[in-house]
């Protein structure tokens, strides 16, 4: 990274950090226009992974740097113009995972360096552009690159000395070409970066070539009785793991996690699933993993009468024989999520063992002792933690009955 400033250019940054957002972009124009789906696709197919990455113990004066967990494809940095710099970057995508696959030997589209430099405005912030430069560049596996520089030079050796000067010459270093500022919507939200944090790379895949072909595997039989249960426990084993994950709806990450048992999954942070998963999957995975259960919107106790009542004369009975130690009523709590009528049918149908279609139908107790029939309104006007006593009347025209909330 050197300052090339013409003499007396640009004072202001004299003494001041200047920014650089590395990107690495599509070249074509045609992938330019999909590179959302693009990248979406990328990141489908090697979760937790990223495009490109700082090298930090290889880079020379550096300050501060980024890599935000929803943009794969961008770094940023700070840097002292007057000293010494130099990065180096780390691209994990290979210009064939965006070719049509064939039977090998596929052309790799060319990808793009682009670095855009700014400098501080008055509030502080990196806004100000101040000089932007790319260059073209193709990436490779070690063999299919040396290949490919194989037969490049074998084509130039064998081009004439007039053909061969429309072609740039080599050197020995990377040169980089003025261009255009790339443009400041791109399609991921412009969120802060966080701090940057290089420890995703040890959730490594582990065995395999990362291919967008590469599909999941099958998840593996249940075989534990106790694994039918949605906790993940600090004893489960990592098989065990990897079917909480596939039962939970995980099974993109399941080779994320490979070798993670389950005291290793819930030793991790919220971020970091959210760095490994992305934002979205992440929080998902964090809150499986803590148990977070939703909140109802409503709550109710009930009780059954035939109890209440037996409840109520064996304390009356207490009482009358000197007895000081007072009995307590059993109330079941019923959750509602819809709180709806046909949720309650439910709910009331479960506890106590029955079809819902043996309920006939629901009412409520009113004035002067009236019966009033549960609608949904009614309801979503019950108070929060009520309770309830519950009488049943035999149907007369069916096996079927009444449930009276008093």
């Known amino acids: 990274m050197l300052d090339n400033r013409k003499l007396g250019e640009l004072p202001e940054i004299n003494g001041k950090l200047v920014k650089s957002i590395f990107r690495v972009v599509f070249h074509d124009r045609r992938l330019q226009y999909t590179e959302h789906q693009q990248l979406e696709g990328w990141r489908w197919n090697r ?11 290889m880079s020379v004066g550096i300050i501060d740097p980024r890599a935000n967990p929803t943009q794969l494809n961008t770094v940023e940095f700070l840097w002292d113009p007057a000293k010494r710099t130099s990065v180096f970057i780390q691209v994990h995508c290979i210009s064939t995972e965006f070719t049509m696959r064939k039977h090998g030997g596929e ?16 509030n502080g912030e990196y806004t100000e552009h101040l000089h932007s430069a790319s260059c073209q560049i193709k990436v490779f596996k070690p063999k299919g690159a040396d290949r490919k ?48 944090n290089s420890s995703h790379s040890s959730f490594s895949l582990g065995e395999g070539n990362g291919s967008p072909n590469h599909q999941p595997e099958p998840p593996p039989p249940v075989t534990d009785v106790s694994l039918k249960l949605n906790n993940l426990l ?39 699933v ?16 803590k148990g977070r259960m939703v909140r109802p919107r409503l709550t109710i106790y009930v009780c059954q009468e035939s109890l209440h009542l037996r409840e109520q004369q064996q304390q009356q009975q207490k009482r009358e024989d000197g ?33 819902p279609r043996q309920i006939s139908q629901i009412y409520k107790q009113g004035p002067t002792g009236i019966h009033v029939l549960i609608s949904d309104e009614m309801i979503q006007n019950f108070q929060e933690e009520a309770c309830f006593i519950l009488d049943t009347m035999k149907a007369e025209t069916s096996d079927s009955y ?4 008093k």
């Open 323 to 355: 007895d000081s130690n007072g009995t307590f009523f059993v109330y079941h709590a019923i959750y509602l999520e819809e709180l709806t009528a046909v949720e309650l049918t439910e709910k009331i149908a479960q506890l106590f063992s029955i079809s």
């Open 107 to 122: 052309k790799g589209v060319p990808f793009r360096v682009q670095i855009d430099t700014f400098k501080e405005n008055e």
């Open 402 to 405: 009444h449930i009276i909330l």
């Open 149 to 196: 520089q194989k037969t490049d030079r074998e084509k130039m050796e064998k081009r004439t000395p007039h053909e061969k000067e429309k072609y740039q010459p080599s050197y020995e270093t990377t040169i980089l070409t003025e261009c255009s500022p790339w443009p400041e919507i791109t399609y991921v939200n412009n969120s802060p970066s966080p701090g940057f």
């Open 47 to 57: 979760p937790g992974d990223r495009i490109l990455d700082i090298d930090i113990p």
């Open 234 to 272: 600090p004893t489960t084993t990592p098989q065990e793991a990897q079917q909480w994950l596939h039962r939970n709806r995980f099974s993109t990450f399941t080779r994320l996690f490979t070798n993670f048992s389950g005291a290793d999954l819930l030793k991790l942070t919220r971020d970091d």
């Open 274 to 289: 959210i760095q490994i998963c992305g934002p979205a999957d992440g929080i998902r995975l964090f809150n499986a993993l």
